[in-house]
């Protein structure tokens, strides 16, 4: 019961780790905004989350607006009065293409949701939370991929990185209003995004070759653990730090 009472809003959580992170922060007693394209896979998610101390409320839309990440902030802010902790967890892969291979569409694709979506929705957050006696806390999914050159494509490498200096830039400008913000980097997590059906032949054949075979791949609880480990006062002193979850990937 780590956030009973916490208002939370949790992007992506139509699957994967933001699905895992949205119910983890309900069984802990959150109300949860939980913010996806896909609304009826909200709607499963919140009748996932009956009978929790928390719950659910879905938040249909796409990430990449800058209506819809304002709009879930002010959503939470008249559901629960406040703003406890925003995740940032929405993103997309972009098959591994080269820089001599990445089209405009691909690469404004994938910055608008990769990083100018997240980007929207901690102006927004800022902005409450500054006003708020308790402040507020930011935690952003990254990836490996923003730590490492090779583990992604050139667009997906350039946005990941650029959300983990987003991530520190924003700790330390807002440190002095009791604002914390990290970022978790992944590496393979058991996703839809990794089970094939979401990238081509090619682009799969690619990010398999990026992974190392002899490290298996991470659940999403392992990712919701490590959220919901940043949004507690046990990292009270965790203040724009690179949080690292890949089973040591990264260290290759």
Known sequence: MRFEGKSVVVTGSSSGMGYEIALEFAKEGAVVIAVARRAERLEELAKCAEG????????????????????MIEFALKECKKLDVLVNN???????????????ELWEKIMAVN??????????????????????????????????????????????????????????MYVEKKIRCNVICPGGV???????????????????????????Q????????AVLFLAGEESSFMNGATFVVDGGVSCN
């Open 218 to 225: 991470g659940k999403p609880k392992d990712i919701a653990s």
């Open 115 to 172: 990083l100018t979506g997240p980007m929207y929705a901690m102006r927004k957050a800022v902005q409450v939370m500054e006003k708020q006696e308790t402040g507020g806390n930011i935690i952003n999914i990254a990836s490996i991929g923003g730590i490492c050159g090779c583990r992604a494509g050139a667009a997906y490498t350039a946005s990941k990185h650029a959300l983990v200096g987003l991530t520190k830039n924003t700790a330390y």
């Open 52 to 71: 929790f101390a928390g719950k659910i409320l879905p938040y249909a839309g796409d990430i990449s607006s800058q209506e819809v990440n304002e709009g």
């Open 90 to 104: 929405a993103g997309v892969l972009d098959e591994f293409k080269t820089v001599g291979e990445v089209s405009n």
């Open 190 to 216: 058991e996703t839809e995004v990794m089970n094939g059906q979401q990238v081509s032949q090619m682009g799969m054949g690619r990010i398999m070759a990026g992974l190392d075979r002899t490290i298996p």
